[in-house]
């Protein structure tokens, strides 16, 4: 139990929808991470959010936008959906520091049809 | 995106033997990091790796930190049922705002 959670477990949506993604993450974490993992892959890093601003990002389009908050929730969303984005997005929170080890939660299945 | 090389892919093996997986990379990283995925749930951090060399135990979990900060392995002694699940590597970088890299995993099946 990691502590970190994420809503909803399951999404289905069709494409061009938009959606919204949540995570809670680990008492005393600052820093909330997101990862998109394809079936049969290891997850990729989308972007990092500390102090309610992106301090990091990875190789995703403009459509892909988060949102922390004071108290280190943080959302996802994503626009236009396309079928490709179906994939199992995971939400990992941390400490920011020298270790900043990212502890993730069980993710939120998105299926887009 | 950039992925880890990371190998073998599947192990089928038999309960109480020992595994061995590894993970390699063309680019340098400050931390190495094993995580273990069973179906329907998030990665859980088995061991974190963070000087060249370094050789660290969890139970019966050995990882280490290779020398030229580029690779990295798992070993596991004595495997049980409860062993089974996908392993992926992760390789950070100083400060972590680029999130990690991982590999893309090694199936673990344990047959009794």
């Known amino acids: 139990e990691t502590g970190v959670t994420q809503s909803p477990t399951h999404l289905i949506k069709t494409r061009g929808q938009q959606v919204t993604l949540r995570c809670s993450s680990q008492s005393g974490h600052n820093t909330v991470s997101w990862y998109q993992q394809a079936l049969g892959q290891g997850p990729q890093f989308i972007f990092q959010?500390?102090?309610?601003?992106?301090?990091g990002r990875g190789n995703f389009p403009p459509r892909f936008s988060g949102l922390q908050f004071p108290n280190y929730s943080s959302e996802l969303n994503v626009n236009a959906l396309e079928l490709d984005d179906s994939a199992l997005y995971l939400c990992?929170?941390?400490?920011?520091?020298?270790?900043?080890?990212?502890?993730f939660g069980a993710g939120t299945r998105l299926s887009v049809l | 995106g950039q992925q880890l090389n990371q190998s073998p892919q599947s192990m089928f093996i038999q309960e109480g033997e020992d595994v061995s997986m590894n993970c390699t990379s063309s680019?340098?990283?400050?931390?190495w990091l094993w995580y273990k995925q069973d179906p329907g749930e998030g990665p859980v951090l088995l061991i974190a790796?963070?000087?060249?060399?370094e050789l660290t135990s969890n139970g019966r979990l050995t990882a280490q930190f290779g020398i030229t900060r580029k690779d990295s392995f798992l070993n596991i002694s004595a495997s049980i049922p409860s062993d089974v699940g996908i392993y992926f590597c992760a390789g950070q970088r100083r400060g972590g705002a680029d999130g990690l890299t991982f590999g893309k995993g090694t199936h673990l099946i344990i047959q009794p």
């Open positions: 959010y500390y102090r309610e601003e992106e301090n």
């Open positions: 990992a929170s941390s400490l920011a520091g020298a270790k900043n080890i990212q502890y």
């Open positions: 680019s340098i990283f400050n931390t």
């Open positions: 790796l963070y000087k060249a060399g």
